[in-house]
């Protein structure tokens, strides 16, 4: 099994939606990124720059989930992906977006897609 960086729960208020009403009034999503990188030299320097910063991912994703408005939660799992794989050393990134509460007439905590994205 290959290594791992894991980002769990980044949650957010966002405008995604397929009706305009949820353009709208937007929602609350959660991702959770993983993404495939060997950490030994990382892990036996102590050293952050032979590694991936984890914050600077998740600031990525924030900015990718609140500064768009995408139709499909689909949509914006593989924007994510792309953005990490063109400016993250990762050869690989799996990406969950989760509508949390979404507004259907069977109660449900959350829909949601998942992603895998090699280079």
């Known amino acids: 099994m290959?290594?791992?960086?894991?980002?769990?729960?980044?949650?957010?208020h966002a405008y995604h939606g397929a009706s305009d009403e949820e353009q709208a009034v937007g929602h609350r999503y959660s991702v959770d990124?993983?993404?495939e990188y060997d950490i030994r030299s990382a892990a036996q320097s102590d050293d952050l720059s032979k590694t991936i910063n984890y914050s600077a991912?998740?600031?990525r994703v924030l900015a990718i989930g609140t500064e768009n408005q995408y139709r499909l939660i689909e949509t914006l799992a593989e924007r994510i992906a792309e953005d990490i794989l063109q400016n993250f050393p990762a050869s690989a990134v799996e990406?969950?977006?989760r509508k949390l509460l979404p507004p259907m007439k069977v109660p449900a905590q959350?829909?949601?897609?998942?992603?895998?994205?090699r280079r």
Do not use: C, N, S, W
């Not at 290959?2 to 957010?12: H, N, Q, S, V």
């Not at 959350?110 to 994205?117: E, N, P």
């Open 95 to 97: 990406v969950t977006v």
């Open 33 to 35: 990124i993983v993404l």
């Open 2 to 12: 290959p290594d791992a960086i894991l980002i769990e729960g980044i949650t957010f």
């Open 57 to 59: 991912v998740a600031k």
């Open 110 to 117: 959350a829909t949601g897609v998942r992603i895998q994205r």
